[in-house]
């Protein structure tokens, strides 16, 4: 920032907003199956049969109301693809380098993006089977699918 005003002294400084935001029904249910029960659940639209991971509130396809369409997904799927990360950034789920895969869950239409471990990241694939490691402590987020690896 520039000081351009003399009547005026500006304090360079960060600013942290810590804050909280409702899941909504629709991701409640689906990180409250994964912390309690070690469970992935997606919604398979009734009028179109479209398997979602994760779930939705709204059908992509015929736009149908997802609401009462809970479905089990199993907890073992296929890469559909994936990306090497090789650099650091303090948000990251891992050190570099890691893996992000598009992972088709068995029973899903779409994929779900999550990390691959377990394996060096220039042995990952398309096509490579891979389950879920869930985590010892879950609260409630998408990381309590700890990650993914070789089936």
Request: hydrophobic share 40%; net charge negative.
């Amino acid at each position: 920032m520039s000081n351009t005003h003399e009547d005026a002294f500006v304090v360079e400084g960060k600013l942290a907003l810590p804050y909280q935001y409702f899941a909504g029904t629709v991701g409640s249910r689906f990180l409250t199956a994964l912390r309690d029960e070690c469970k992935i659940l997606g919604q398979r639209c009734e009028k179109c049969g479209k398997v979602f991971i994760p779930p939705r509130a709204t059908c992509e396809r015929c736009f149908s109301d997802l609401s009462g369409a809970w479905v089990e997904l199993g907890t073992s799927g296929m890469v559909a693809n994936f990306t090497v990360i090789h650099y650091e950034e303090p948000h990251h789920p891992r050190k570099a380098p890691f893996v992000i895969a598009l992972i088709k869950l068995d029973g899903a239409d779409t994929p779900l993006a999550h990390v691959v471990a377990g394996v060096d990241p220039s042995s990952v694939a398309v096509g490579m089977l891979v389950k879920a490691v869930f985590a010892e402590n879950r609260i409630g987020s998408i990381m309590d699918i700890n990650h993914f690896e070789p089936a």
